[in-house]
Nanobody
Framework: QVQLVESGGGLVQPGGSLRLSCAASGIIFSSYSMAWYRQAPGQQREVIALITTVGRTNYVDSVKGRFTISRDNAKNTVYLQMNSLKPEDTAVYYC?????????WGQGTQVTVSS
C-alpha cells in the first residue's frame, strides 16, 4: 500500500520559517520525482517545487529564493524548507510522487501565515 504522509505544517508569523516533511512508503522512492503543491482557499492546486530522481530542482516564481525542496532517499522522505513566509503562502500543502505512469498524493498539511 502506497502512502505519502506530510507533516510539519502549522501557524507561523510573517517572516517565519517552517519545514515540511513527506515520508513515503510502498514505493521505490528513489525512482520517483517528488513535488510539493499547495492549494489556497478558492484557488486551484498549484505545483510550487519539484525535485527529480537525480536531484534537479525547479520552483514557481512566487517561492524562488525562499523555499528549498530536498530529498533523502535513504529515509524515503522529501522536504520543503520554507523561509520568509508571507500571508499569501497560507494554503494546504500536498506532497506528490510520480514516475510518469504512476502518481500518488499525500493527505495535505495546513500552513497558515498570520500575525
Amino acid at each position: 500500500q502506497v502512502q505519502l504522509v506530510e507533516s510539519g505544517g502549522g501557524l507561523v508569523q510573517p517572516g517565519g520559517s517552517l519545514r515540511l516533511s513527506c515520508a513515503a512508503s510502498g514505493i521505490i522512492f528513489s525512482s520517483y520525482s517528488m513535488a510539493w503543491y499547495r492549494q489556497a482557499p478558492g484557488q486551484q492546486r498549484e505545483v510550487i517545487a519539484l525535485i527529480t530522481t537525480v536531484g534537479r530542482t525547479n520552483y514557481v516564481d512566487s517561492v524562488k529564493g525562499r523555499f528549498t525542496i530536498s530529498r533523502d532517499n535513504a529515509k524515503n522522505t522529501v522536504y520543503l524548507q520554507m523561509n520568509s513566509l508571507k500571508p499569501e503562502d497560507t494554503a494546504v500543502y500536498y506532497c506528490n510522487g510520480g514516475t510518469g505512469t504512476e502518481d500518488y498524493w499525500g493527505q495535505g498539511t495546513q500552513v497558515t501565515v498570520s500575525s
